[in-house]
Every structure is written in structure tokens, then in C-alpha cells.
């Protein structure tokens, strides 16, 4: 059974980077995926931040691709995003994702969600 | 991007009566392969949200089959057979065909 969990700090500084980290746990970290973030703000839905494939292809958010990085690290079997510039627009709960494309295209695990709050 | 619009953003429903929750896109999510690349995700309170329906109409493994999708090309909807307590939460369409894109959100509520 796949396994995804966060980390990272839960308090940022306004202008500040917000940096969280996923770990993958089990046989999914392979070809098939592409590996995700998703955060949800307060009250509010779904927004899907970006991705990185195990080959290292990225893609964003047109909204935010010019303040995203999310990167791979395959030894490690981790993915990871920094998100620079950080307001308190950006507070949320931030959910790591595996994007499955071998059948469709869907979310087929989640992490538990990690909260980060941007206040000073 | 796509844009997903869902209705109604409320659903209060008595426990045994079906419920219908409806999903639009601003594009046809029909690729070449003849598949439609919309699925379904419920998010219970205090979870993550888990995947429900693939590709338009495949329940995910484990999903009881009092869920079902359908539609094509723009217009989807899902279906609740009988509402159960266990069913409450917010249920969210995505389109998968491009970058993904979620609709607002239906609350589904217990009357």
C-alpha cells in the first residue's frame, strides 16, 4: 500500500520561502506517476500548485509558476516544493499527490495534508 | 486551464434518497483515446480527499457501487444511490485532460 507524508515548517514569514517536503512510501515511485501538489486555503476547494515526473519534467500553475519550484529526489524516494515570496494568501493546507497516468489520469494517493500558515 | 463548474455547491439529502451532483467544463474533456478524462473525489471532514471515479464512469477499487458516473464530453454527473451518514463531505469534480482543474465543491449534508 502507497504512503505519502509530508513535512516541513508550519509557520513561514511573510516574503518568506515555504519549503515542504514528501516522502513516498511503497512500489508506486516509478514512471507511471507524475508527483503533485495540491493545497486547499481556509474555507476553500481544491487548487493544484504543479508536478514533477521521475524524469524530472515539471509542470505549474500558471498563477504561481513564476514563485514555484518542485523538484525529485529519486534517491531518496522524496519530491519536494519551495514556494518563494510568501504571503498570507498562501496560507493552506498543502496535500502531496501521485498523479496516476498508466490507466487515465488520477489522483490515486494523498498525504495527510500539512497546514502552513504565512504570518509574521 | 479549464474551467470546472459544479452544482449545487449545497446538497442536503435524507439518509436512504439518491443525490445527483452535476459538473460542467469549459472544454471537452474527450480525449483521442475515447475516454472522457473527468473524475470524482470526495473529501470526508478532516480528510484528504479520495478518489471515487476515473476516467468518467470506473469506480475506484473499493468505492461501493451505490456510486456511478456519467457523461461525456462536457456535462457529468454523479450519482449516489442511497445516502448513507458515511457519505457526507464535499465532493469535487476534476478534469484531468491538461493540467488538473477542480470544480467549487458540493457539500452533501444529512437533512
Known amino acids: 500500500q502507497e504512503h505519502l507524508q509530508e513535512s516541513g515548517p508550519g509557520l513561514v514569514k511573510p516574503s518568506g520561502t515555504l519549503s515542504l517536503t514528501c516522502a513516498v512510501y511503497?512500489?508506486?515511485?516509478?514512471?507511471?506517476?507524475?508527483w503533485s501538489w495540491v493545497r486547499q486555503s481556509p474555507g476553500k476547494g481544491l487548487e493544484w500548485l504543479g508536478e514533477v515526473h521521475h524524469d524530472g519534467n515539471t509542470n505549474y500553475s500558471p498563477s504561481l509558476k513564476t514563485r514555484l519550484t518542485i523538484s525529485i529526489d529519486k534517491s531518496k524516494r522524496e519530491f519536494s516544493l519551495n514556494l518563494i515570496s510568501a504571503t498570507a494568501a498562501d496560507t493552506a493546507i498543502y496535500y502531496c499527490?501521485?498523479?496516476?497516468?498508466?490507466?487515465?489520469?488520477?489522483?490515486?494517493?494523498w498525504g495527510q495534508g500539512a497546514l502552513v500558515t504565512v504570518s509574521s | 486551464d479549464i474551467v470546472m463548474t459544479q452544482s449545487p455547491l449545497s446538497l442536503p439529502v435524507i439518509p436512504g434518497e439518491p443525490a445527483s451532483i452535476s459538473c460542467r467544463s469549459s472544454q471537452s474533456l474527450l480525449h483521442t483515446n475515447g475516454y472522457n478524462y473527468l473524475d470524482w473525489y470526495l473529501q470526508k471532514p478532516g480528510q484528504s480527499p479520495q478518489l471515487l471515479i476515473y476516467l468518467g464512469s470506473n469506480r475506484a477499487p473499493g468505492v461501493p457501487n451505490k456510486f456511478s458516473g456519467s457523461g461525456s464530453g462536457t456535462d457529468f454527473t454523479l450519482k449516489i444511490s442511497r445516502v448513507e451518514t458515511e457519505d457526507v463531505g464535499i465532493y469535487y469534480c476534476m478534469q484531468a485532460l491538461q493540467t488538473p482543474t477542480f470544480g467549487q465543491g458540493t457539500k452533501l449534508e444529512i437533512k
Open positions: 511503497g512500489d508506486s515511485f516509478n514512471y507511471n506517476h507524475w
Open positions: 499527490a501521485s498523479l496516476q497516468t498508466r490507466s487515465g489520469n488520477f489522483f490515486d494517493y
